[in-house]
């Protein structure tokens, strides 16, 4: 069956800082894979899709970014934290067909000081 | 463009009593849509969807949805609820305009199952 890992479970991290919080998946291959955030245990704000290796689309201009190195890790990345940066970060993924649900991680609590 | 709407930001119900969550939806074509379930400090679980078929359809945990394309409702249903269902609930319907197999989210309507 398959599997979606995220990491670390809680971060605590002062402005400034950089960020990098990995996503990996586990009994598929060549997955769709999400970034979402979640503010204030409410809507989820797509921040990054990625349908293959090293293909990233943005969703929402803001200082992070995406990597894709390889076919099951995706990574969500800043050179340097703004407070507003705060919140949920979700990983999921899918796989090719619209039919098909998203599947979440356990998600990323970030909280900037 | 589609959009979900969630009407009610909080539903109460006492346990024992049927639940509803309610579930709006705007799409070109035929929709494909999605309910999910997400507990405090975790991510979203999968309850059930409609793609295609019988109107109502069953998911995990007890929970159904009914699907009404006239009033372009997906609505979430539980005969009977449980003080464990009190959580928050989503609905998502699938972005049929580009590749990813995105989903668009509602707001959210948090279940609140009082003893």
């Known amino acids: 069956s398959q599997t979606i890992h995220q990491w670390p479970a809680t971060l605590v991290q002062p402005v400034g800082s950089p960020l990098s919080l990995e996503c990996t998946v586990e009994g598929t291959s060549n997955p769709n894979l999400y970034w979402y955030r979640q503010a204030a245990g409410r809507g989820l704000q797509l921040l990054f899709y990625s349908v293959g290796i090293g293909q990233i689309s943005s969703e929402v201009p803001q200082n992070l970014s995406a990597s894709r190195p390889q076919d099951r890790q995706f990574i969500l990345s800043s050179k340097k934290l703004l407070l507003s940066d705060s919140g949920f970060y979700l990983c999921?993924?899918?796989?090719?067909?619209?039919?098909?649900?998203?599947?979440f991680g356990d998600g990323t609590r970030l909280s900037i000081l | 463009a589609q959009s979900v709407a969630q009407p009610e930001d909080q539903v109460n119900v006492a346990e024992g009593n049927p639940l509803t969550v309610k579930c709006t939806y705007s799409v070109s074509g035929n929709p494909y849509l999605f309910w999910y379930v997400q507990y405090p400090n975790r991510g979203l679980q999968f309850l059930l969807k409609?793609?295609?078929?019988?109107?109502l359809v069953k998911g995990s945990y007890g929970f159904e949805a009914e699907f009404n394309k006239s009033q372009t409702s997906f609505h979430l249903k539980k005969p009977s609820a449980l003080v464990s269902d009190s959580a928050l609930y989503f609905c998502?319907?699938?972005?049929?305009?580009?590749?990813?197999?995105?989903?668009?989210f509602g707001g959210g309507t948090r279940l609140m199952v009082k003893p």
């Open positions: 998502a319907v699938r972005d049929m305009t580009g590749a990813g197999n995105m989903l668009t």
């Open positions: 409609y793609i295609t078929g019988d109107n």
């Open positions: 999921a993924w899918s796989s090719g067909t619209g039919t098909q649900p998203q599947h």
